[in-house]
């Protein structure tokens, strides 16, 4: 007669391997899923591109790779007001999602697509500068420097636009020091200067 001599601790570490290999598995079945729906999107397929990201939306409610391809597939295909109720949603507070890319997803959105009223510009004013403070925390790392050198420049326009000149110059300063290169945030800044100082010199009169 056979006797079974697995121990208990044998038998939780066998199912805990299981657990692992499993989620991997999913974890993998979902990147090629979101794969695909990038290859969608960035092929014009958008109801194809919608499709695939909520799937894998629906799989891993808290990636923000895929909420955020989610987001801009629904925002290409003009369905701003749904792209805003998901990135929304992603980022309250109950939620614990730390993903704060999606503050700069829904930044845009709400800055290139809706009204500029008080009340929206205020939202993006919120989101760019949440993005920013986390790229200089090191949450995250910015996918590239244009982008960075975009939002600090929206972001001084915005401000700017509110009447707050010194955190307008601050933010086109820290853009300019990014990419001394970028010819619109130079130009931003020096028609901010060219402002103040008309502001702030006196009126000169030509005499015959």
């Known amino acids: 007669m056979t006797m079974n001599t697995r121990s208990p601790q044998m038998t939780t570490n066998t199912l ?30 958008l109801q194809d591109a919608i499709d695939l990201s909520q799937r894998a939306v629906n799989r891993s409610p808290d990636s923000a790779r895929a909420i955020s391809l989610h987001a801009t597939a629904l925002t290409w295909s003009a369905h701003y007001d749904q792209a805003e109720s998901i990135l929304t949603a992603a980022l309250k507070p109950e ?30 004013i919120f989101h760019y500068q949440a993005y920013l403070d986390a790229i200089e925390a090191g949450h995250i790392v910015a996918p590239s420097l ?41 130009t931003n800044y020096g028609l901010l ?16």
């Open 193 to 208: 200067l060219g402002k103040l100082e008309a502001a702030v010199s006196p009126g000169t009169s030509s005499r015959e």
């Open 16 to 45: 805990i391997l299981l657990l692992i290999i499993s989620c991997n598995i999913c974890h993998a079945r979902n990147l090629n899923l979101i794969a695909t729906a990038e290859k969608a999107l960035h092929s014009g397929n």
């Open 95 to 124: 939620n614990n999602n730390t993903s704060y890319e999606l503050h700069r997803d829904l930044g845009s959105l709400l800055h290139y697509y809706y009204p500029q009223s008080d009340q929206v510009v205020a939202r993006v």
């Open 146 to 186: 244009a982008a960075t050198v975009g939002v600090h420049n929206d972001l001084a326009l915005l401000l700017q636009s509110r009447g707050e000149i010194l955190a307008a110059a601050s933010h086109f300063q820290r853009a300019i020091k990014l990419d001394t290169s970028d010819y619109k945030t130079r």
